[in-house]
Every structure is written in C-alpha cells, then in structure tokens.
C-alpha cells in the first residue's frame, strides 16, 4: 500500500464532515471534476484565500470531507480535506460577493451531494464575519488554493 493510500484509509475512518469549506481558486470549475488525490480546503474563508488575495474562492459544500484540524501540526488552518473519489461540481458560475470573487461547489460522492447550497446572504455573511477578524495568519501559503 502506498502512502497515500494509507493516509486516505486513515482518513476514512474520521467523520464525514457535512458543511461549508473553502478552497482558493484561480477562476471558475466549469465542468465536473473527480479529485486523484486528497485535496485541503479550510473552514476559514480568509485561510482558503490568503486573506482574500486568491483571484477567486470556491465556498464547496462538503457531504464527505474529513475535518482533520484537530490531528493538524497548525489546528488554526481548520483544515478540512476532500477525499480521492469524491468530484467536484459547480453549482453556478462566479459571482462578487462582499468583495470577494465566489463560486459555490458541490463535493459529490457515491453520484450523490449532500447538503443545499447556501444563498448568497450566508455566504457574505461568513466572509463579512471572517473579514472582521482581521487577516489570518497564514503558515502554509499556497495549500489551499
């Protein structure tokens, strides 16, 4: 088995995490993609984005992620990851929200997603809300986006 494999055996075994993650993105998912590998977001939208400086952020609604924060050597990252298997599938196009550049994204899993997506209102009230904290700190540039 090869170390990967291990880890995603591993990572199976978590919790699904059902939920809003975000991951930094250079523009639009435009057509269905499977994940080949595990693939980090964060629960924290300023993480994902490097403090709003990505060109744009995916908000991916999670049905089978795992949150691994609590095992991260950086907890702060609140890191969720999406598991090999599992596609992602845009749920419209991209779209300004709060000043930030969003697309949302189903993670699917066995043909089926699980969760709705979230109106706009909650979405520009969690990046409103993450805004207020003032910037992240960010100690793995480059892992979420």
């Given at each position: 088995m090869t170390d990967i494999a291990a880890l995603v055996a591993s990572l199976e075994k978590l919790p699904?995490?059902?939920?809003l993650t975000w991951r930094g993105a250079l523009g639009a998912l435009v057509?269905?993609?499977?994940?080949?590998?595990?693939?980090?977001t964060s629960r924290d939208v300023r993480i994902a984005s490097s403090n709003f400086s990505a060109p744009a952020v995916w908000a991916v609604v999670s049905s089978a992620g795992r949150d691994i924060a609590p095992l991260s050597?950086?907890?702060?990252?609140?890191?969720?990851?999406?598991?090999?298997?599992?596609?992602?599938?845009?749920?419209?196009?991209?779209r300004d929200l709060a000043g930030v550049v969003v697309q949302v994204v189903l993670e699917v899993r066995d043909g089926t997603p699980v969760g709705d997506v979230p109106p706009d209102d909650v979405l520009m009230s969690a990046i409103e809300s993450a805004r207020a904290l003032g910037?992240?700190?960010?100690?793995?540039?480059?892992?979420?986006g």
């Open positions: 699904p995490y059902v939920g057509a269905s993609q499977p994940l080949a590998g595990p693939l980090p050597m950086d907890p702060a990252s609140q890191e969720v990851v999406l598991l090999p298997s599992s596609y992602l599938t845009p749920a419209d196009g991209l910037p992240a700190r960010i100690s793995q540039p480059g892992r979420f």
